[in-house]
């Protein structure tokens, strides 16, 4: 009996012995997630155009939706900012704060912006940023353009920091997956080479001079999910191309609410959805083309999308969870970028300037003010900052790679990012970590066949035509540089060794 006991103990230690092997063979993944609210009130001021505009009605919540993974060497988080887009000073104080309460470094974490255009101000100028400027300037800044709101950025900046310490402290040990839905005749290039010979954006729907869209789409719906070790979904990160101008009728997150009703709808009520904006400056949800009398915008628009995005999601969602496993490595690198503003020339700043002075406002056409005011604007912001200082950033998951510009970047530079990587998973993020306005393609700035909105200097999009390029290139050299990890796979089938089952083994019963 004491000989037998003997034996058991040492084969105990030997088992032991493997299982504390296999434990560190296992690579540790855990995942987390949060959110926060972090609405506007109504009477804020909404963003998304040129001129002021205030909220009067609430449809759905705005929020900070913050994923951390985790693979016991590395931590990065990932944010989706229900918001119209964020500064680069804003990320800069937020990951400051994060790094502090959880150690997570500082350029390990991503913080996008949806954009929708139903959100709170969050700028485009912060506030204060134009206090030493000229009393014209100041005016066209302050009584004439959407500024941030200094009490709402810092409810913004609290939401964020919040989401993603939760999100850290809600770390466990996960499954994961990465894959690819298909949302198509949602997200339409609103760009067109017309008749004129130059490209136009939203020449109108049913234009006759419309010959064909002047850039792509990316209808790719991108995700990366998780799941805890028993199997209870934790939430996913999405990822689409198309700006979020649905408008369904007050304070919203835009179709992202609907990206995520469709998915808690399948995957449970407390599942955690990050968005993430694709490389949608040119595309939207209206369809110049559309062969017949349907709104466009609205809620059924925000359904639309949303509700085709979130089910795609879902789709590669539920595919992906039988084959979930480590999303190893996690790691992040990012690159700094100084790309030159392009100047607007001396006669069409004097010309800008005579117009908005005109002592009767009514009397001028109100795009040629509003343009002529960001002429003015620009002019100023060049004095003070010719060269703009931005960041790109590569944040790996497994064989997943969010690639992130801070620019209304094209979609052909997606496409570009997702033929040009290595990875099997490429998740091009724009409006992420700062906001540098309309990036276009080069074709798009073609003296002779480019033209259009995105094109037109304003104190918003102005950087020199390069621009897309050195942030293309720039993303491709930091990707080569990470070395994806394997895509998870459910262990392969062993030989058949059973039996067919009894039932079913059998020739017709005929008798
Ligand atoms: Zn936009």
Redesign the pocket.
Known sequence: MKKAMRGLAAFAVVLGAVSAARAEEKPTFKAGFAERDVSPKIGDEAPGGYGKAYHRTFHDPCKARAAVFDDGANRVAIVGLDALFIRGKTVGEVRTAIEAKTGIPAGSILVSAS?THSGGPTGLFLPGEFADASPLVRDMVEKETVIADAAYLEKVKAGIVEAVVEADANRVPARGGAGFGLAENVAFNRRFLMKQGHAMTHPGVGNPDIVEPAGPVDPQVGVLGAWDEKGKFLGCVVNFAC?CTTGPGGISADYVYYIERAIRGLMGDDAKVVFVPGMA?DVTQVDNRLPYQAAQFGEGSARLVGGTVGAEAGKALVAMERQAGPMVPVAATSRKLSIPRRKPSPEHVAAALELIQKPDKASVDTTDWAFAKETVVLDARIAREPVVETEVQAVQVGPAVFLTSPA?YFCQYGLDLKAGSKFPFTFPVSLANDVVG?VPHENALDPQTGGGYETRLTSYSNLEPAAGRKIADALLELAAGLTPGVAPRAPALNPFTGKPWTYGDRRPQLD
């Open positions: 954009h700006h400056g209304e309309y």
